[in-house]
Structures are given as structure tokens and as C-alpha cells.
């Protein structure tokens, strides 16, 4: 059975397995949130994604290690790849607004060989490819 959980100005799904079944049943609701945990060819979270975090002082290339959800907040813990730092960044469902960009590194990758591919022949795409 579905619940809410609830504070004095918002309800919010109690799981993170809530929040997910309330993106797919609401997603208008929910359309700030589908960067992280909706993906068109990838309908599942799969920790060690690369993303792309951008925020107002920079941006880096993240691994994503875990994510979890409390009281209307997401959790969100990455990896630097290059530095092995650790990062944490706390997103309130509620903020439509989020101060920090999180892009998938893959569909970054499939707008540049898209772009590419017309430029280029097969062959070459597969050295440059391997190459990455």
C-alpha cells in the first residue's frame, strides 16, 4: 500500500521506490527530477554511471556510487574518477529549481558520435572508438 509521509507544507512519497511509481503515474510532477532517475534507454539506476555535474562554480565528470531518499530529499553520492574525491549533493523533490545539472555521460557521448557519424565513415568512428 502506498503512503505518504508529511511535513508541515509538503507530502511526499515515503521510498525511493514510491517516488519512482509517483514520477511514471505523475512525470509532470516530477520532470525536474528525470535527469537522474529516468533515462530513455535506460530505464534502471545503475551505480558507477558517469555524469556530468555542472553547478554554478564548475563542472566535473562524476561517477555515481549510490543514491538514497529520505523525508522528500535524494541523496546522490559520486566519485571522482580522475582524483578518486568523494561528492554528495542533497536534492529536495520539491525544488523545481535544483542549483547543480547532472547529464548522463553516455548520452553525451551518443550526441557527439551522432554528430560525428556525419563526418566521419564507419571505420573511423570505430578507431576513434577505441581510442576513448
Known amino acids: 500500500m502506498k503512503t505518504k509521509q508529511q511535513t508541515i507544507d509538503n507530502t511526499f512519497p515515503a521510498t525511493l521506490d514510491e517516488l519512482i511509481m509517483d514520477m ?3 512525470p509532470d510532477e516530477y520532470k525536474h527530477l528525470q535527469f537522474i532517475l529516468n533515462r530513455p534507454k ?3 539506476i545503475d551505480f558507477g554511471q558517469m555524469y556530468m555535474v555542472v ?10 556510487d549510490n543514491i538514497d531518499y529520505k ?9 571522482n574518477p580522475m582524483t578518486g ?13 535544483p542549483n547543480v545539472f547532472l547529464v548522463n555521460w553516455k548520452d553525451i557521448e551518443d550526441i557527439v558520435y551522432s554528430e560525428l557519424s556525419s563526418d566521419f565513415n564507419d571505420k ?3 578507431e576513434l572508438g577505441n581510442e576513448l
Open 24 to 26: 511514471e503515474l505523475y
Open 42 to 44: 535506460n530505464h534502471c
Open 55 to 64: 553547478n554554478q562554480d564548475g563542472f566535473g565528470l562524476y561517477s555515481l
Open 71 to 79: 523525508e522528500g530529499v535524494i541523496l546522490l553520492s559520486f566519485t
Open 85 to 97: 574525491n568523494s561528492a554528495e549533493y542533497s536534492l529536495l523533490i520539491t525544488n523545481k529549481h
Open 124 to 126: 573511423e568512428l570505430r
